[in-house]
């Protein structure tokens, strides 16, 4: 079955600390991936997402992606985190299935420090 | 860029009675759109897919008769929670695809539901 593995509930990272944000995912081929960010009692927002060609994929707000075939990885960084990027962090796969059926993980609690 | 608006943002309802959330897509049109709901601190659930002039397609469990839905227009999906329980209480979302999903999805802000 196909799935969307996010392995941190949370991380704390030190403002001005770089991040990596962890997603794999588990689908036959190559599926859409995505990340999206929510902030508390807010919808979700797309960072960024990968369909083909270049793996190392730009978002929005300084961040970015890297697509890893062989380790099913679909990694989110960001070089300098902010206090306002502490939020929750949504890995998501679409499958195309007729239509596109999105699958998300669990996410994952950014916590920012000073 | 492609925005929905969703409404209410939060609503505190009495047992027993019920409650719309709307939502619509602001500058295009959107024949498809999808509702979550989300637990505290979980991810989203997909509850049900919304089809413009046809019927919604509901997820494995999920109540049809207590979650309505609507989508009466290319920029118009309802969701109606009837006869609401404390226990569907809850944070509902919707969004809608870009490029048939392949582009991602637009997320409306939530409705933060509780019923008392």
């Known amino acids: 079955a196909q799935s969307v593995t996010q392995p941190d509930i949370h991380i704390t990272v030190s403002e001005g600390a770089s991040l990596e944000l962890r997603c794999n995912y588990s689908?036959?081929?190559?599926?859409?991936l995505f990340w999206y960010v929510q902030s508390p009692g807010q919808g979700l927002q797309l960072l960024l997402k990968?369909?083909?060609?270049?793996?190392l994929v730009q978002g929005i707000k300084g961040f970015e992606a890297e697509f890893k075939r062989s380790q099913s990885s679909f990694n989110l960084r960001k070089p300098s985190v902010h206090w306002s990027d502490a939020a929750e962090y949504f890995c998501a796969v679409a499958l195309n299935t007729g239509g596109f059926k999105t699958i998300f993980g669990a996410g994952t609690r950014l916590f920012v420090k000073a | 860029g492609a925005v929905v608006s969703q409404h209410p943002s939060w609503v505190i309802c009495k047992s027993g009675t019920s409650v719309k959330i709307e939502c619509r897509s602001l500058?295009?049109?959107?024949?498809?759109m999808f509702w979550y709901r989300q637990f505290p601190k979980q991810s989203l659930m997909l509850m049900a897919t919304?089809?413009?002039?046809?019927?919604?397609?509901?997820e494995q469990g999920v109540e049809k008769d207590k979650f309505l839905i609507n989508h009466a227009s290319l920029t118009l999906s309802t969701l109606t929670v009837t006869s609401a329980h404390p226990e569907d209480s809850s944070f509902y979302i919707c969004?809608?695809?870009?490029?048939?999903?392949?582009?991602?999805?637009?997320f409306g802000s939530g409705t933060r539901l509780t019923v008392v």
């Open positions: 500058d295009f049109q959107a024949t498809t």
């Open positions: 919304s089809n413009e002039g046809s019927k919604a397609t509901y």
């Open positions: 969004s809608a695809p870009l490029d048939r999903g392949a582009g991602g999805y637009t």
């Open positions: 689908y036959g081929a190559t599926p859409y």
């Open positions: 990968y369909f083909s060609g270049d793996t």
